[in-house]
């Protein structure tokens, strides 16, 4: 298993976010999800598992989350993109679903496919590709600050250091 390298001595803590993806192929998408975690100092763990090919895997992955720390789940998919709903289907924590542009569809197929859940069985459904990819990891460090003021300030801080690029540092220092 693959596991994410953040800051400092939280590289060593257990991961707190548990990353999926449908096949090794995805792993370009998947990395930008990982670095935004990474960057904001929240260990997680990243493994290929198929809802397709190893369903039994994801079951056993998904069902052992929560006792091994992991408080979020993060699938991506493309195509059929049924890994996000095989996750939500065996746990309750949440799980958000980043659909893939896998197919001449261009993802639209993984889009519908990852949104159009039943009620009951929620599945937090970000943009195809790598800025979903990047809002997974954003959205995952959101529900996890809940809990966690320090990742909160750092979640504050990154927000902060966005409108500074795009403002620069006076403008974003008044509010923009």
């Known amino acids: 298993?693959?596991?994410?390298?953040?800051?400092?001595?939280?590289?060593?803590?257990?991961?707190?976010?548990g990353i999926l993806m449908g096949s090794d192929s995805d792993r370009a998408v998947v990395d930008e999800c990982a670095a935004v975690l990474r960057d904001l100092a929240v260990p997680h763990e990243v493994v290929v598992r198929s809802a397709h090919r190893t369903p039994d895997a994801v079951r056993d992955y998904v069902r052992t989350a929560e006792e091994r720390g992991i408080g979020v789940l993060?699938?991506?998919?493309?195509?059929?993109?049924?890994?996000?709903?095989?996750?939500?289907?065996?746990?309750?924590?949440?799980?958000?679903?980043?659909?893939?542009?896998?197919?001449?569809?261009?993802?639209?197929?993984?889009?519908?496919?990852?949104?159009?859940?039943?009620?009951?069985?929620p599945v937090a459904t970000v943009a195809v590709g790598s800025p979903g990819a990047r809002n997974a990891g954003y959205l995952a460090a959101q529900i996890l600050a809940l809990g966690d003021r320090a990742l909160a300030a750092r979640?504050?801080?990154s927000r902060r250091r966005m409108a500074e690029r795009i403002l620069g540092t006076k403008e974003a220092a008044r509010g923009g």
């Open 74 to 121: 993060i699938a991506a998919a493309g195509g059929a993109a049924h890994l996000a709903g095989a996750v939500a289907a065996h746990s309750t924590l949440p799980v958000i679903g980043i659909p893939l542009a896998a197919t001449p569809l261009g993802g639209l197929d993984a889009l519908l496919a990852t949104a159009q859940m039943p009620a009951g069985v």
């Open 155 to 157: 979640v504050r801080q």
């Open 1 to 17: 298993m693959k596991r994410g390298k953040t800051k400092g001595s939280a590289a060593a803590k257990r991961p707190r976010v």
